[in-house]
C-alpha cells in the first residue's frame, strides 16, 4: 500500500499563490507516476497535472497550463504543486494521486491507484 498525505491548501486571494505538497509513504514510491486531481462542489473529480516517475514528462490541463507547476522530489518522496496567478474557478478539494507509468497517458481518476485525503483550496474574488 501507499499512503499519501496532502498539505498546502488555504484561503488566497486571487492572483496570489500558493504550494501544495503531496509525501508518500509505505510501498516505495519509486516507479509510480503522480497527479494531482480536483474536485469542486457539485462537480466530477479532473485531472490538474501530472508527472512521471524520473520527472521528465508533464501534463497539465489546459484551465491551468501556465500558471500551474508540477514537480517531484524522489529522495524526499514528495510531489509538489505550485500554483500561481490563482483565479475563484481554481477553488475546490485538490487531491494527490499514484498510479503506474500508463496512467500519465490517460490521466483519469480510474487510471490511479492511491489517493490522498485531499487538501481545500479556496481563491476569493
Known amino acids: 500500500q501507499v499512503q499519501l498525505v496532502e498539505s498546502g491548501g488555504g484561503l488566497v486571494q486571487a492572483g496570489g499563490s500558493l504550494r501544495l505538497s503531496c509525501v508518500t509513504s509505505?510501498?516505495?514510491?519509486?516507479?509510480?507516476?503522480m497527479g494531482w486531481f480536483r474536485q469542486a462542489p457539485g462537480k466530477e473529480r479532473e485531472i490538474v497535472a501530472a508527472?512521471?516517475?524520473?520527472?521528465?514528462?508533464?501534463y497539465y490541463a489546459d484551465s491551468v497550463k501556465g500558471r500551474f507547476t508540477i514537480s517531484r522530489d524522489n529522495a524526499k518522496n514528495t510531489v509538489y504543486l505550485q500554483m500561481n496567478s490563482l483565479k475563484p474557478e481554481d477553488t475546490a478539494v485538490y487531491y494527490c494521486a499514484a498510479g503506474g507509468s500508463g496512467s500519465l497517458y490517460d490521466p483519469l481518476p480510474r487510471n490511479f491507484d492511491y489517493w490522498g485525503q485531499g487538501t481545500q483550496v479556496t481563491v476569493s474574488s
Open positions: 509505505g510501498r516505495t514510491f519509486s516507479g509510480y507516476a
Open positions: 508527472i512521471s516517475w524520473r520527472g521528465g514528462i508533464t
